[in-house]
């Protein structure tokens, strides 16, 4: 029972490190191609910081047995930055003021 739940562990980091791979890839050509408001030396950064994790768990395989752990230490801080630093760059402004149809004025 043990060895299975191991194995699965070490499957979910795997699986885990693919997709953080790709999916800040994703985010990182979006941001280029449609010129979002993201710190892109700070996602490049974490780009970088998921490949060297996903290399490094393909040579060591005990890191795989913690994919949780990769998410607070790694995902969580840098995730949270990313959206600190673009919110502001992106705030919300009020909708346009409506006025009343014409109708309404007259009637």
Sequence with gaps: MQRRLEERRADVGSWLNVTRV???????????????SVSRGVL?????????????????PG??????????????????FLQAQAIPATASRPPPRCSPPADALTG
């Excluded at 950064?45 to 040579?59: E, F, M, Q």
């Design 22 to 36: 790709g999916a800040t890839t994703a985010w990182l050509l979006l941001a280029v191609a449609d010129d979002w």
């Design 44 to 60: 490049g950064a974490y780009l970088a910081l998921a490949g060297v994790l996903w290399a490094a768990a393909r040579r060591v």
């Design 63 to 80: 890191l795989l047995r913690w994919p949780s752990l990769s998410v607070a230490l790694l995902d969580m801080p840098l995730i949270y």
